[in-house]
């Protein structure tokens, strides 16, 4: 289940929802703060959870082995 960011035009507060049908109307979104169905998606990153535990980060590019030099 995705989840999604965004935020409420009412009360400019950003928000993440779980959501369970990807295909659910925005309509269908209230802002937890004021209930407001005025909300925005936002463009969202990919997120994944790193194995091993400890801090999850984005590796950057030159963090990267390249397999030569």
Same mark, same amino acid.
């Given at each position: 289940?995705?989840? /999604?960011?965004?935020?409420?035009?009412?009360?400019?507060?950003? /928000?993440?929802?779980?959501?369970?049908?990807?295909?659910?109307?925005?309509?269908?979104?209230?802002?937890?703060?004021?209930?407001?169905?005025?909300?925005?998606?936002?463009?969202?990153? /990919?997120?994944?959870?790193?194995?091993?535990?400890?801090?999850?980060?984005?590796?950057?590019?030159?963090?990267?082995?390249?397999?030569?030099?």
């Amino acid at each position: 289940m995705p989840i /999604f960011e965004f935020d409420c035009i009412t009360c400019g507060k950003p /928000f993440e929802k779980l959501v369970r049908n990807s295909n659910l109307p925005i309509e269908n979104i209230a802002c937890p703060s004021c209930g407001s169905k005025r909300v925005l998606k936002k463009l969202s990153t /990919f997120a994944a959870k790193a194995s091993g535990g400890g801090n999850s980060t984005a590796a950057s590019a030159s963090d990267c082995s390249t397999g030569g030099t």
